[in-house]
């Protein structure tokens, strides 16, 4: 039972963070000031697509920990490759978006780090 309730948490915070990704896009792009048209297509898919992703991740472990028991083995490894895929972004925020001083992506790394703790420690549970 814990360990659902820390998959679910581990889940809405991601997939909120990945709509908070998706609504900003525009001024995000307009934050670059003068750039090319291509330049601004290439930022506004980027952005869009690691929101996606966010909420990909969060929705595919809503639906193993509802329509699986999480205790058995596939469904804790989708829990440890997302964890994994989570780590994996916040090591590449570390060293790209969260250099700059804009708070929201200092947060990023930390936010991806939690997350991917909840769902190990969700997945290692026995509880």
Request: one cysteine or more; charged letters at 10%; proline letters at 4%.
């Amino acid at each position: 039972m814990i360990n659902s309730i820390l998959l679910y948490i581990g889940s809405g915070l991601i997939i909120v963070w990945g709509i908070a990704h998706i609504f900003p896009t525009k001024s995000i792009v307009k934050g670059f000031g003068e750039i090319s048209k291509d330049n601004k297509l290439i930022i506004t898919m980027e952005w869009i697509a690691e929101g996606i992703t966010f909420i990909f991740i969060g929705t595919l472990v809503v639906f193993v920990t509802v329509f699986g028991d999480v205790t058995t083995l596939i469904p804790q490894i989708v829990f440890w490759i997302s964890s994994a895929v989570l780590l994996i972004m916040a090591i590449l925020s570390c060293f790209t978006g969260a250099r700059v001083p804009v708070i929201p992506m200092k947060l990023c790394p930390v936010i991806k780090t939690i997350v991917a703790i909840l769902f190990l420690v969700g997945s290692l549970l026995k509880v």
